[in-house]
């Protein structure tokens, strides 16, 4: 099964390079400019990781961050800007994005950082499941 990225980008050249970046890999893409419409696609959809811009209108990248938490989804999250700085990067990471980056960024770079962050939540899901499982025959 194609992992499903979620991409929240309001600019619509960078969501279709995201997007073309993203399905040439293999994985299958969801897009939309607006956080609002993100959040509706993840009560819908079964999303396996978030590339969202942190600047955007209505909501920021940030906020919908904050949101997606407080709605109980724990799916990897990378942040990107085009206008990164120390603060925002530190806010992002305490909030629980995977990663931050800076555009322009470098295609074989982004591709390895959500290939990373998939990893990382199979290996959560699996530790997630062995607990589980631990805790069942123990009873």
């Not at 079964?46 to 811009?53: F, M, Y």
């Not at 904050?66 to 603060?87: C, H, K, N, Q, W």
């Amino acid at each position: 099964m194609k992992e499903r990225i979620l991409i929240l980008e309001d600019e619509p050249n960078m969501r279709k390079t995201l997007s073309s970046i993203l399905e040439e890999e293999g994985y299958f893409s969801l897009k939309t400019g607006r956080a609002k419409e993100g959040l509706e696609i993840l009560s819908k959809e079964n999303i396996s990781l978030v590339v969202s811009d942190i600047k955007m209108p209505e909501m920021d990248g940030l906020q919908f961050l904050r949101e997606m938490r407080a709605r109980g989804y724990d799916i990897p999250v990378l942040l990107i800007t085009a206008y990164g700085s120390f603060d925002s990067a530190v806010e992002a990471l305490r909030l629980g994005a995977y990663d931050y980056i800076t555009k322009p960024f470098n295609p074989d770079a982004i591709l390895h950082t959500i290939k990373r962050a998939l990893e990382h939540k199979i290996l959560k899901e699996e530790n997630i499941y062995l607990r589980e499982e631990l805790e069942r025959k123990a009873d």
